[in-house]
């Protein structure tokens, strides 16, 4: 009964302390993000985090980076079908080209197959590639951006993503 108990307190310490290195890793290296709050945030919500190291957290963030750009590309939509000047609706077309074509299509799954092989120069370029992208989409716009939300939080990701992958170089 005793060696019963003890197996259950030293198992309960051991896993204290796996999620005590995990949270540990995360708050390590988002202190070098452009963005600790931001990186802390993404990666702790996300459960892969627990089991990853660096470069499985560079690779969650270029995860999470395609499904806010995804969200941005939904947003978008939803905009021209309701946007009656044809100034923000050219604007919102350029943003739906940056967005699908450079973003999804060449940028992260760049970086993501870059991660997998073990050459972060190139995935630091594709998350920073992703970065301008998102930048000159809210650029387009003459005026006020109605996504200007969306573009500096995929803006805002792929920064934290690309000094998460500058750690491994």
Request: charged share 20%; net charge positive.
């Given at each position: 009964?005793?060696?019963?108990?003890?197996?259950?307190?030293?198992?309960?310490?051991?896993?204290?302390?796996?999620?005590?290195?995990?949270?540990?890793?995360?708050?390590?290296?988002?202190?070098?993000?452009?963005?600790?709050?931001?990186?802390?945030?993404?990666?702790?919500?996300?459960?892969?985090?627990?089991?990853?190291?660096?470069?499985?957290?560079?690779?969650?963030?270029?995860?999470?980076?395609?499904?806010?750009?995804?969200?941005?590309?939904?947003?978008?939509?939803?905009?021209?079908?309701?946007?009656?000047?044809?100034?923000?609706?050219?604007?919102?077309?350029?943003?739906?080209?940056?967005?699908?074509?450079?973003?999804?299509?060449?940028?992260?799954?760049?970086?993501?197959?870059?991660?997998?092989?073990?050459?972060?120069?190139?995935?630091?370029?594709?998350?920073?590639?992703?970065a301008n992208e998102a930048d000159s989409c809210e650029r387009t716009f003459s005026g006020a951006s109605p996504i200007?939300?969306?573009?500096?939080?995929?803006?805002?990701?792929c920064r934290v993503a690309s000094a998460i992958i500058r750690l491994l170089l």
């Amino acid at each position: 009964m005793r060696s019963s108990v003890f197996l259950l307190c030293v198992m309960g310490l051991s896993l204290t302390q796996i999620e005590f290195s995990t949270s540990d890793l995360v708050k390590q290296t988002c202190k070098h993000t452009p963005n600790y709050d931001l990186c802390v945030k993404t990666l702790l919500s996300d459960p892969r985090s627990s089991h990853a190291d660096v470069a499985g957290l560079a690779m969650v963030m270029v995860d999470v980076i395609k499904a806010k750009t995804i969200a941005t590309l939904h947003r978008i939509s939803e905009l021209l079908g309701t946007t009656r000047y044809p100034k923000t609706k050219a604007a919102l077309r350029r943003c739906v080209e940056l967005y699908d074509n450079a973003v999804l299509k060449a940028d992260l799954p760049s970086a993501m197959q870059a991660l997998k092989t073990g050459v972060p120069k190139f995935a630091e370029e594709g998350t920073n590639d992703a970065a301008n992208e998102a930048d000159s989409c809210e650029r387009t716009f003459s005026g006020a951006s109605p996504i200007t939300s969306f573009n500096r939080y995929v803006s805002d990701l792929c920064r934290v993503a690309s000094a998460i992958i500058r750690l491994l170089l």
